[in-house]
């Protein structure tokens, strides 16, 4: 059996380069700036974390090209989203969101704004698409374009340019195409090294993980189509956070486009209406995903007194804590994922065992389908409502139709947990050491 890479991840390595500015906790004011960035909601690749800008990955700015031949605005993407020789010049009327061209973008339409460093990430892309929620093709009105290459690690959101940029990782099928991508871990798999707990997820359908893929050999669009599915409705949600459809007509587009992006966003809403109440979650999520060094307090706390403060507050996952922007992408990521697949999130607190292996990381507290719970799901109603008012009122009545979270069995194993519902005998049957993909340190996405 082909050795599996565990996409589900561990929440307290992860931090998207996306929407970084803002914070949940007992009071809705942001926490400080981490960054000097000019653009609001960049958080990322900056000295402050001791890595290169972004835009100057050399791969990206001198491989890119778009994916439609003879395109016709193909330098302007390129201008304004990749090489930035002056971010001044380029505005929403030099590159419109795609949902000032159209209130219902096709394939075709997506196509045109799709920069690609390698031949196969655009065919990829687009199959991708024909199999993916209709959903997905609306909700790309928020951007002026999408860049997929091998050197973007990991995948991306910002005003600065208004577009998403997408770690390939998640697409390939074959070996040639995986040798394609770029291999350097993520910087961000040491923040949190110091504190006791881990905070772990996965989705998961009729028990068995839904975005799991093969790390060697052969994938099949079927292997990839979930993780990418979470993927685009996570950095989607960014876009639509400063971009909704609702606020375009209304955009100023003569300024710089992360200067048409400032104002009250869906995100703040969320926040000042249902704003998330542990300040310690809130500051452990700066160690975690901010990378902030932790206190000798944070250092000495343990799975107990960290369940203590999330199993009682609205958050869906740990990351939700980390800015505001993410509390909304999170809420909204996992609402979709229930609605258009029937996949379910599992959450958990554990131990910190400094091994992969899931039977080493016991659950101090975990639950699946926490979306259930009233008080997360009226985030998560709020939060489609705000990106995606076309689908609202169909995926609140999914939401509200689901039974209650399913409480983990304290003291199991992550693998274990696995298989909630099930017998202790069948349970016992499971053959969990040659079944279950190790936990990894691995930052995908999320």
């Known amino acids: 059996?082909?050795?599996?890479?565990?996409?589900?991840?561990?929440?307290?390595?992860?931090l998207l380069f996306t929407a970084c500015s803002g914070g949940g906790g007992g009071s809705s004011a942001p926490p400080p700036a981490v960054t000097s960035d000019p653009s609001p909601v960049i958080n990322r690749d900056t000295p402050n974390n001791g890595q290169p800008f972004a835009f100057d990955k050399?791969?990206?700015?001198?491989?890119?090209?778009?994916?439609?031949?003879?395109?016709?605005?193909?330098?302007?993407?390129?201008?304004?989203?990749?090489?930035?020789?002056?971010?001044?010049?380029?505005?929403?009327?030099?590159?419109?969101?795609?949902?000032?061209?159209?209130?219902?973008?096709?394939?075709?339409?997506?196509?045109?704004?799709?920069?690609?460093?390698?031949?196969?990430?655009?065919?990829?892309?687009?199959?991708?698409?024909?199999?993916?929620?209709?959903?997905?093709?609306?909700?790309?009105?928020?951007?002026?374009?999408?860049?997929?290459?091998?050197?973007?690690?990991?995948?991306?959101y910002t005003t600065q340019t208004g577009a998403i940029y997408l770690d390939p990782d998640a697409m390939w099928l074959d070996e040639v195409e995986k040798n394609d991508i770029d291999?350097?871990?993520?910087?961000?798999?040491?923040?949190?090294?110091?504190?006791?707990?881990?905070?772990?997820?996965?989705?998961?359908?009729?028990?068995?993980?839904?975005?799991?893929?093969?790390?060697?050999?052969?994938?099949?669009?079927?292997?990839?189509?979930?993780?990418?599915?979470?993927?685009?409705?996570?950095?989607?949600?960014?876009?639509n956070d400063y971009f909704s459809i609702s606020r375009q007509g209304s955009l100023d587009t003569t300024v710089p486009i992360h200067i048409a992006a400032q104002g009250v966003i869906a995100s703040s809403r969320l926040?000042?209406?249902?704003?998330?109440?542990?300040?310690?979650?809130?500051?452990?999520?700066?160690?975690?995903f901010l990378g902030l060094t932790a206190s000798a307090a944070q250092i000495a706390l343990?799975?107990?007194?960290?369940?203590?403060?999330?199993s009682t507050d609205y958050a869906s996952d740990y990351?939700?804590?980390?800015?505001?922007?993410?509390?909304?992408?999170?809420?909204?990521?996992?609402?979709m994922m229930l609605y258009s697949f029937g996949i379910d999130r599992d959450v958990a607190i554990t131990n910190r065992p400094g091994t992969d292996d899931c039977i080493d990381f016991l659950v101090t507290w975990g639950q699946r389908n926490r979306i259930a719970d009233p008080a997360v799901a009226v985030r998560?109603?709020?939060?489609?409502?705000?990106?995606?008012?076309?689908?609202?009122?169909?995926?609140?009545?999914?939401?509200?139709?689901?039974?209650?979270?399913?409480?983990?069995?304290?003291?199991?194993?992550?693998?274990?947990?696995?298989?909630?519902?099930?017998?202790?005998?069948?349970r016992a049957l499971r053959p969990i050491s040659a079944s279950e993909p190790p936990v990894e340190w691995l930052v995908p996405y999320l």
């Open 302 to 310: 343990l799975p107990e007194d960290v369940e203590a403060e999330f």
């Open 58 to 156: 050399p791969g990206m700015r001198g491989l890119v090209q778009a994916v439609v031949l003879e395109n016709p605005i193909e330098q302007t993407i390129l201008h304004c989203t990749v090489t930035l020789r002056n971010g001044q010049e380029c505005n929403l009327n030099t590159l419109p969101l795609l949902g000032m061209e159209t209130s219902s973008p096709s394939i075709d339409d997506v196509m045109l704004r799709v920069l690609v460093s390698h031949e196969w990430m655009g065919t990829r892309f687009r199959d991708l698409l024909e199999v993916l929620p209709p959903e997905i093709l609306l909700m790309t009105r928020g951007l002026t374009a999408i860049i997929i290459s091998h050197d973007i690690r990991p995948s991306f």
């Open 380 to 426: 998560a109603i709020y939060s489609v409502g705000e990106l995606l008012p076309e689908v609202a009122a169909q995926v609140e009545l999914v939401v509200n139709a689901q039974e209650p979270p399913t409480q983990m069995i304290v003291g199991d194993d992550w693998c274990q947990n696995r298989f909630l519902g099930v017998t202790s005998s069948a």
């Open 319 to 335: 990351y939700n804590y980390s800015t505001q922007r993410e509390d909304l992408a999170m809420a909204f990521e996992e609402a």
């Open 1 to 14: 059996m082909a050795r599996v890479k565990q996409i589900t991840g561990i929440a307290s390595f992860v």
């Open 271 to 288: 926040s000042s209406q249902f704003s998330l109440r542990s300040d310690t979650m809130s500051a452990l999520a700066r160690v975690s």
């Open 183 to 239: 291999t350097a871990p993520d910087y961000r798999s040491l923040f949190g090294l110091d504190l006791q707990f881990v905070m772990l997820w996965r989705y998961v359908k009729d028990n068995e993980y839904a975005t799991i893929t093969p790390v060697t050999g052969t994938r099949t669009i079927g292997d990839i189509k979930f993780l990418v599915a979470a993927l685009l409705y996570h950095e989607l949600a960014h876009a």
